[in-house]
């Protein structure tokens, strides 16, 4: 299994990126896509999920400025960043959510990827 991310780098604040991560290798049927991130000295957190039928959630702090999106053909989520701060300064995870329903009991089962650094200067 292999959660393939890029996309991440250097940018003002303002700025946007857009980041991408396809993954491969998994057997299961995916639920759902998504991006964590991780700044330092602080818990993962989730940034935004989407899932097979195009729900998607998002983070307060970057609602209105990040879209998520996917392309289920491909396995790969992207996740558009716009209006960029520093506090969006952060390692970004990208998730796999292949669960399963047993009954009305939702076991979830996580893939993570590596991580792409996002800094955003000032």
């Known amino acids: 299994v292999q959660l393939q991310a890029s996309g991440g780098g250097l940018v003002q604040a303002g700025g946007f990126l857009r980041l991408s991560c396809q993954a491969s290798g998994i057997t299961r049927s995916i639920n759902a896509m998504g991006w964590y991130r991780q700044a330092p000295g602080k818990q993962r957190e989730l940034v935004a999920t989407?899932?097979?039928?195009?729900?998607?959630n998002y983070a307060d702090s970057v609602r209105g400025r990040f879209t998520i999106s996917r392309d289920i053909a491909k396995n790969t989520v992207y996740l558009q960043m716009n209006s960029l701060k520093p506090e969006d300064t952060a390692l970004y995870y990208c998730?796999?959510?292949?669960?399963?329903?047993?009954?009305?009991?939702?076991?979830?089962?996580?893939?993570w990827g590596q991580g792409t650094l996002v800094t955003v200067s000032s």
């Open positions: 998730n796999v959510d292949a669960g399963a329903y047993s009954g009305d009991y939702y076991s979830p089962w996580y893939y």
């Open positions: 989407i899932t097979s039928g195009g729900r998607t």
